[in-house]
C-alpha cells in the first residue's frame, strides 16, 4: 500500500464531507486529494512537480 493510505483516508473524509452537507470542508478536501496525488507521484519519479515546476528534489532529499 505504501502512501496511498492517505488517499483512502482523505477520501474517506471527503465521502463523510459530503454526506453531511460540509460543502467547503470537501472542496478542501478536494484540494488535498490533489496535492497527496501529486506528491505521491512525485516520490516515485524522484521529482517533485508542484505548479508546473520541478523541485530537483531526490527522494532521498525529502
Known amino acids: 500500500m505504501g502512501q496511498d493510505w492517505i488517499i483512502h483516508v482523505l477520501s474517506d473524509l471527503r465521502q463523510f464531507a459530503r454526506q453531511n452537507e460540509l460543502p467547503m470542508l470537501s472542496a478542501q478536501l478536494d484540494e ?31
Do not use: F
Request: no cysteine; hydrophobic share 40%.
Open 32 to 62: 488535498a486529494l490533489l496535492t497527496a496525488a501529486v506528491e505521491i507521484a512525485g516520490r516515485s519519479e524522484g521529482t517533485l512537480a508542484t505548479e508546473g515546476i520541478q523541485t530537483g528534489l531526490q527522494s532521498s532529499d525529502l
